[in-house]
């Protein structure tokens, strides 16, 4: 089975101060992992995927996430967060060897940057 | 380029009524995804279609749901006899799918279509 746990629903940090949006997943196989970020009124935006090689993935707007396979953990991280960056992320997985080729999301981390 | 687009962005209904949701996806995208976002959840999988072959119904909740994908294109959802627990975003998404073991399954998502019933 696979799976996606996003612990904190909420989270909020101040302009200019890193952010980290947690994201653990459970797959049976060697995991495919993505990042979306949903804002006000828009459908999901890609942000960045781990597939293979570097444990360490740079995305759009300045975001990257560290794959850590002994800790099954694919945390969202800027070492400097903006405003703008307020949204609603999605971490997201799918088995590399299952057979589905939907991806299985969490329930989602709302981010607030405060000014 | 043009992204995936969904009609109607808001769709109001009233119980028992029927509904068709439409998605066209990114021209040659093969893959194309319904999924629902209903309030305080994440992304709940409905259906995936993939070229000519069937279609993957194992998230659709119950028989009321049913999806197409005519030529390979644009798919349309359909709900019948609505209920208010249908109330959601429903968003489609399309990639492209590569060789097995090369798949990265990157998927672009269409603006959902906001579904409320009365």
């Known amino acids: 089975a696979q799976s996606v746990a996003q612990p904190e629903d909420q989270v909020n940090v101040a302009e200019g101060n890193p952010l980290t949006v947690k994201c653990t997943y459970s797959?049976?196989?060697?995991?495919?992992l993505f990042w979306y970020v949903q804002y006000p009124n828009r459908g999901l935006q890609f942000l960045l995927k781990?597939?293979?090689?570097?444990?360490l993935v740079k995305g759009s707007y300045g975001f990257e996430a560290e794959f850590n396979k002994s800790q099954t953990s694919f945390h969202l991280k800027k070492p400097s967060a903006l405003v703008s960056d307020s949204a609603l992320y999605f971490c997201?997985?799918?088995?590399?060897?299952?057979?589905?080729?939907?991806?299985?999301f969490g329930t989602g981390t709302r981010l607030t940057v405060i000014p | 380029g043009a992204g995936v687009s969904q009609s109607p962005s808001n769709k109001v209904t009233e119980k028992g009524k029927d509904v068709e949701l439409r998605c066209d996806p990114i021209?040659?995208?093969?893959?194309l995804y319904w999924y629902r976002q209903s309030l305080g959840q994440g992304l709940e999988f409905l259906i995936y279609f993939q070229g000519n072959s069937a279609p993957d119904k194992s998230g659709l909740p119950s028989d009321r749901f049913s999806a197409e994908r005519t030529g390979g294109s644009v798919s349309t959802l359909t709900i019948q006899r609505t209920q208010q627990e249908d109330s959601a975003v429903y968003l489609c998404?399309?990639?492209?799918?590569?060789?097995?073991?090369?798949?990265?399954?990157?998927?672009?998502f269409g603006p959902g279509t906001r579904l409320t019933v009365l």
């Open positions: 998404a399309s990639s492209l799918v590569g060789t097995r073991g090369g798949q990265n399954n990157e998927q672009f």
């Open positions: 021209s040659g995208h093969t893959a």
């Open positions: 997201a997985v799918r088995d590399k060897a299952g057979g589905a080729n939907n991806l299985f």
């Open positions: 781990y597939i293979t090689g570097d444990n």
């Open positions: 797959v049976s196989g060697n995991p495919y």
